[in-house]
């Protein structure tokens, strides 16, 4: 009864100590580990190229973003020129009625038409830089519009790139399968070095394998994630803001809400705190959209050295 004590003890030990039996093949661990750690670098190279093609998009956004501010800030300088060329062809229009031309004698006659002549050609000429500011004013609320609108359709793609550009959970469970096949493979060199069951040829292929692989196990996956919900929610915000924007810009340069100064003002105000706010959370997305990148390529290199010791 003895020996066949010391004989269980002794297998109990080996799995206690490896975690396997001594009779697991090293070469067919080997084999079972490839399979469970190739392809992942092909997944994790796509989600670098979307997370670089989504950096593009909201960039964009953020561009078309700045534009509409800028533009919807040059708009509003332009419409308080207007208003006060405005105020002045009223006051020149006021003056001129005020001249009391049937009381004019026939001394100051030519006097007082040079007076008339000067205001009315300064009306005139005015009149003319309205009608210039006006269209420009009008041109400028339309490219604030359009921008806005570029910024909406980019931040929304943005958003749906960013929602799908995760690690999903079948990725996540063949980078935890690697880690574990790498783990036992360990265990499973461990022992066939114990044994002498394995060359020294197979051994060094499997310290290599080991070495190159073991990092998935310090790979933080959640931060990919983390930084695509970020630059989901980011996009998501400067989509909404734009579409609120574009829908305000339009309003207020319709030629009903240009006639009325109060509408206008609050409308065009409104614009350009929403052109802002889009155009922040614009970048805020291209940000994080940027650093995922970095986060990826990280776990891509050790993909791509771990599956080189696998070939």
Do not use: H
Request: some cysteine; overall charge neutral; aromatic content about 2%.
């Amino acid at each position: 009864m003895k020996p066949i004590k010391l004989i269980a003890t002794g297998i109990l030990l080996g799995q206690s100590a490896f975690g396997v039996v001594f009779g697991d093949d090293l070469s067919t661990q080997m084999q079972i580990t490839r399979s469970a750690c190739s392809g992942i670098s092909d997944a994790m190279s796509t989600l670098k190229r979307m997370a670089g093609i989504n950096t593009a998009v909201t960039a964009v956004g953020t561009v078309a973003g700045g534009v509409a501010l800028g533009t919807g800030i040059a708009k509003s300088n332009t419409d308080r020129e207007l208003e006060a060329l405005i105020e002045k062809v009223q006051k020149l229009i006021d003056e001129k009625s005020k001249i009391p031309v049937e009381k004019i004698s026939i001394e100051n006659r030519n006097e007082f038409e040079t007076q008339l002549n000067e205001i009315s050609g300064s009306i005139s000429s005015t009149s003319e830089k309205i009608s210039e500011l006006e269209q420009k004013s009008k041109t400028l609320g339309n490219i604030r519009t359009g921008t806005l609108a570029t910024t909406a359709v980019a931040d929304t793609a943005g958003t749906i790139i960013a929602a799908k550009n995760q690690v999903d959970d079948d990725l996540q469970s063949r980078i935890e399968n690697c880690v574990t096949q790498v783990k036992r493979l360990s265990s499973v060199k461990a022992a066939a070095q114990t044994d002498k069951s394995a060359d020294s040829a197979t051994i060094t292929q499997a310290n290599t394998i080991i070495r190159e692989c073991r990092d998935w196990e310090y790979v933080n996956l959640t931060d990919i994630n983390k930084k695509a919900r970020g630059a989901a929610i980011s996009s998501g915000t400067g989509a909404a803001l734009a579409i609120v924007g574009t829908i305000t810009s339009a309003s207020a340069n319709t030629d009903s809400t240009r006639q009325n100064d109060n509408k206008e003002k609050s409308l065009n105000t409104a614009s350009n705190v929403l052109a802002g706010g889009a155009t922040g959370a614009s970048a805020v997305a291209t940000i994080f959209n940027a650093t995922q990148i970095g986060t990826i390529k990280k776990a891509l290199n050790i993909a791509e050295k771990c599956e080189e010791a696998l070939r």
